[in-house]
C-alpha cells in the first residue's frame, strides 16, 4: 500500500462536528437535495470543492500581515505582479476577484457572436461566458479523455487532427481562441502533457490564432508533467512552468484553487489583447491594482504561487486523491482512473446504474452520501448543465460525483472514513432514488435548483 506521506505539520486546527444520519436527512431536505444549500455546521468532510478551501501555509498566513492598504499602487501588488512575471515570463496582469471574473474579460474581448472556441474541455461558467457573448464551446479532447477507466496519463490532450480539422472547417477567422484547461475539471481532473500543449501550440501558430491556457488547477497539472512525462522528467517544476507559459499567449487562472488562496488574474505577452481587456477592469473588478481583491489575498496569493513551484508543496493533494482512488479501485467502486488532481471521481452512471439520466444520478448520489456519510460531494454531471432553447435536457458525457481534495486539509483517516462509507453505500445502492427539479434556474442551475426524490 502506497501511503501519502504529508510533508508539512498542523498547527491549527478547526474542530468539526458529525452530525446524526437523522439531522442529515432533514439538513439535505432543507437544502433542497442540492448539496450546494447545505449549511457547514451540518457537515463533517466538505470535500464539495477545492476553492477557497485550501489550507494556507504560515508563510502565507505571516504575508498578510505585512500587506500594504491602498486603493492604487499599492507594494502588495507590485509584489504579486513581480511573482507572476518570473513564474510566467509574461509582461502584463491584470488582477481579478476569482477564475469566472477573467472568464467574463476575456470573453467580452475575444468572443463575438458567431465565434467558435475549441478546448480540451468546457469548464461551467468558462461554457456560460462564451455563450453569453453569442460564442460557442467545442470539445475536442482526446477519444480516451471520455473514458472512465483508462491508462492514458494524459486524459486531457487535445486532439490535434480534431482541432486542425475544426479550424479548416469553419475558418481561422470564426475561432476567437483555443483553450487549454490545465487539470481538466470536468473530466476527473485530468492533465495535458506539455507535449501535447506544444502541438496544440504548433497549430495556434498555423493559423495564427490565440492560445489561452485555464490554469486553475495548474499545480496538479505540473505535478502530472513532472512525475509521468518521461522526456521533462529532469526538468524542475519552475522550468516546466517557464516551458508550458512560453506556449500561451494569455493564462489566467482562479487563485481560489492555484496559490492556495483567494482572487485572481490574467497574464498575457500580447500588449494589443492586454489594453482591451485593461479597460474592463475597473468597470467590472476593481481599480488595476487590486482588481477586487484584498490586499491580504494578494499577499497570500503571491507566495502561494511561490510555493506552487516546490514538488513537495504540490504533490500532497495528488497522493491523497491516488490513495482514496485506489482503495476504491480495488474494491471495485467504480471510479475515474488514473487518479487526476482536484478530487476523486465516482461514475455515478455506473454505481446507480439504475436511476436514467434524465433523474441526475450523480446529483442522487451526492445526496445519499451525504445521507450516509455526512461528507458533501459536487455533482459533475447532467444537472451541471444547462437546458437547450427548446427546453430539452443536455445530457453530460460523463455523470460524476466529484469528492474534492482540498489541499492539505484532510488527514487520512479522514479519507479512510470517506472510502468505507462509499463502500457501505455501493453495497446498498439500490436504495438510491433519482432526482427531479421542483425550482430550476436557467443558468448555473446546479447552483441553487431544489430537488426532491421522482
Ligand atoms: N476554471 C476552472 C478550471 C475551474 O475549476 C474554476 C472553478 C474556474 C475556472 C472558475 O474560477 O471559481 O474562481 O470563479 N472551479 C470551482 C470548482 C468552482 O469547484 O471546481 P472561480
Same mark, same amino acid.
Given at each position: 500500500?502506497?501511503?501519502?506521506?504529508?510533508?508539512?505539520?498542523?498547527?491549527?486546527?478547526?474542530?468539526?462536528?458529525?452530525?446524526?444520519?437523522?439531522?442529515?436527512?432533514?439538513?439535505?431536505?432543507?437544502?433542497?437535495?442540492?448539496?450546494?444549500?447545505?449549511?457547514?455546521?451540518?457537515?463533517?468532510?466538505?470535500?464539495?470543492?477545492?476553492?477557497?478551501?485550501?489550507?494556507?501555509?504560515?508563510?502565507?498566513?505571516?504575508?498578510?500581515?505585512?500587506? &500594504?492598504?491602498?486603493?492604487?499602487?499599492?507594494?502588495?501588488?507590485?509584489?504579486?505582479?513581480?511573482?507572476?512575471?518570473?513564474?510566467?515570463?509574461?509582461?502584463?496582469?491584470?488582477?481579478?476577484?476569482?477564475?469566472?471574473?477573467?472568464?467574463?474579460?476575456?470573453?467580452?474581448?475575444?468572443?463575438?457572436?458567431?465565434?467558435?472556441?475549441?478546448?480540451?474541455?468546457?469548464?461551467?461558467?468558462?461554457?456560460?461566458?462564451?455563450?453569453?457573448?453569442?460564442?460557442?464551446?467545442?470539445?475536442?479532447?482526446?477519444?480516451?479523455?471520455?473514458?472512465?477507466?483508462?491508462?492514458?496519463?494524459?486524459?486531457?490532450?487535445?486532439?490535434?487532427?480534431?482541432?486542425?480539422?475544426?479550424?479548416?472547417?469553419?475558418?481561422?477567422?470564426?475561432?476567437?481562441?483555443?483553450?487549454?484547461?490545465?487539470?481538466?475539471?470536468?473530466?476527473?481532473?485530468?492533465?495535458?502533457?506539455?507535449?501535447?500543449?506544444?502541438?496544440?501550440?504548433?497549430?495556434?501558430?498555423?493559423?495564427?490564432?490565440?492560445?489561452?491556457?485555464?490554469?486553475?488547477?495548474?499545480? &496538479?497539472?505540473?505535478?502530472?508533467?513532472?512525475?509521468?512525462?518521461?522526456?521533462?522528467?529532469?526538468?524542475?517544476?519552475?522550468?516546466?512552468?517557464?516551458?508550458?507559459?512560453?506556449?500561451?499567449?494569455?493564462?489566467?487562472?482562479?487563485?481560489?484553487?492555484?496559490?492556495?488562496?483567494?482572487?485572481?488574474?490574467?497574464?498575457?505577452?500580447?500588449?494589443?489583447?492586454?489594453?482591451?481587456?485593461?479597460?474592463?477592469?475597473?468597470?467590472?473588478?476593481?481599480?488595476?491594482?487590486?482588481?477586487? =481583491?484584498?490586499?491580504?489575498?494578494?499577499?497570500?496569493?503571491?507566495?502561494?504561487?511561490?510555493?506552487?513551484?516546490?514538488?513537495?508543496?504540490?504533490?500532497?493533494?495528488?497522493?491523497?486523491?491516488?490513495?482514496?482512488?485506489?482503495?476504491?479501485?480495488?474494491?471495485?467502486?467504480?471510479?475515474?482512473?488514473?487518479?487526476?488532481?482536484?478530487?476523486?471521481?465516482?461514475?455515478?452512471?455506473?454505481?446507480?446504474?439504475?436511476?436514467?439520466?434524465?433523474?441526475?444520478?450523480?446529483?442522487?448520489?451526492?445526496?445519499?452520501?451525504?445521507?450516509?456519510?455526512?461528507?458533501?460531494?459536487?455533482?459533475?454531471?447532467?444537472?451541471?448543465?444547462?437546458?437547450?432553447? &427548446?427546453?430539452?435536457?443536455?445530457?453530460?458525457?460523463?455523470?460524476?460525483?466529484?469528492?474534492? =481534495?482540498?489541499?492539505?486539509?484532510?488527514?487520512?483517516?479522514?479519507?479512510?472514513?470517506?472510502? &468505507?462509507?462509499?463502500?457501505?453505500?455501493?453495497?446498498?445502492?439500490?436504495?438510491?432514488?433519482?432526482?427531479?427539479?421542483?425550482?430550476?434556474?436557467?443558468?448555473?442551475?446546479?447552483?441553487?435548483?431544489?430537488?426532491?426524490?421522482?
Amino acid at each position: 500500500e502506497q501511503i501519502p506521506l504529508e510533508m508539512h505539520k498542523v498547527r491549527i486546527v478547526q474542530k468539526l462536528e458529525l452530525p446524526t444520519v437523522e439531522r442529515r436527512f432533514e439538513a439535505i431536505t432543507e437544502a433542497g437535495n442540492n448539496t450546494f444549500l447545505l449549511k457547514n455546521r451540518d457537515i463533517f468532510l466538505d470535500m464539495l470543492t477545492d476553492s477557497g478551501v485550501n489550507a494556507m501555509s504560515d508563510r502565507q498566513q505571516a504575508a498578510m500581515l505585512i500587506a &500594504d492598504d491602498s486603493y492604487a499602487g499599492s507594494e502588495t501588488f507590485i509584489r504579486l505582479e513581480s511573482k507572476l512575471r518570473e513564474i510566467f515570463g509574461m509582461k502584463f496582469f491584470l488582477p481579478t476577484h476569482q477564475g469566472r471574473a477573467c472568464e467574463n474579460i476575456i470573453s467580452q474581448v475575444l468572443v463575438k457572436p458567431g465565434s467558435i472556441v475549441p478546448m480540451n474541455y468546457h469548464f461551467t461558467t468558462t461554457k456560460s461566458h462564451i455563450n453569453l457573448n453569442g460564442g460557442r464551446v467545442e470539445e475536442i479532447i482526446n477519444d480516451t479523455g471520455l473514458e472512465i477507466k483508462s491508462n492514458n496519463p494524459f486524459k486531457g490532450n487535445m486532439d490535434i487532427d480534431k482541432l486542425e480539422n475544426l479550424i479548416k472547417k469553419h475558418g481561422s477567422d470564426k475561432i476567437a481562441f483555443v483553450r487549454m484547461e490545465a487539470g481538466t475539471n470536468l473530466i476527473g481532473g485530468q492533465p495535458f502533457s506539455l507535449e501535447n500543449l506544444s502541438e496544440v501550440r504548433k497549430i495556434c501558430d498555423k493559423y495564427g490564432i490565440l492560445l489561452v491556457l485555464d490554469a486553475s488547477l495548474l499545480s &496538479d497539472n505540473l505535478y502530472f508533467i513532472k512525475t509521468r512525462e518521461e522526456k521533462f522528467k529532469s526538468m524542475s517544476i519552475r522550468e516546466i512552468t517557464r516551458k508550458l507559459a512560453s506556449l500561451c499567449d494569455v493564462i489566467y487562472f482562479s487563485g481560489r484553487k492555484l496559490g492556495c488562496a483567494r482572487g485572481g488574474g490574467i497574464c498575457t505577452k500580447n500588449e494589443d489583447v492586454f489594453i482591451k481587456m485593461r479597460e474592463l477592469v475597473p468597470l467590472y473588478e476593481g481599480f488595476l491594482t487590486y482588481g477586487g =481583491m484584498s490586499v491580504r489575498e494578494m499577499e497570500a496569493l503571491t507566495i502561494g504561487l511561490e510555493e506552487t513551484m516546490d514538488e513537495n508543496i504540490i504533490n500532497q493533494g495528488p497522493q491523497f486523491i491516488s490513495f482514496m482512488v485506489n482503495e476504491l479501485d480495488k474494491k471495485g467502486v467504480p471510479v475515474v482512473t488514473p487518479a487526476g488532481g482536484l478530487g476523486c471521481h465516482i461514475n455515478a452512471m455506473e454505481f446507480v446504474d439504475h436511476i436514467p439520466q434524465q433523474e441526475y444520478p450523480a446529483g442522487a448520489l451526492a445526496v445519499a452520501l451525504y445521507i450516509a456519510s455526512g461528507v458533501r460531494g459536487m455533482e459533475r454531471g447532467t444537472l451541471s448543465e444547462q437546458r437547450n432553447p &427548446d427546453g430539452s435536457e443536455v445530457f453530460s458525457n460523463m455523470e460524476l460525483l466529484r469528492l474534492a =481534495m482540498p489541499r492539505r486539509v484532510f488527514t487520512l483517516s479522514q479519507v479512510k472514513y470517506a472510502v &468505507d462509507r462509499i463502500l457501505w453505500l455501493y453495497e446498498n445502492r439500490k436504495l438510491i432514488e433519482g432526482l427531479k427539479f421542483i425550482d430550476e434556474p436557467k443558468i448555473l442551475r446546479f447552483f441553487f435548483g431544489r430537488l426532491e426524490p421522482v
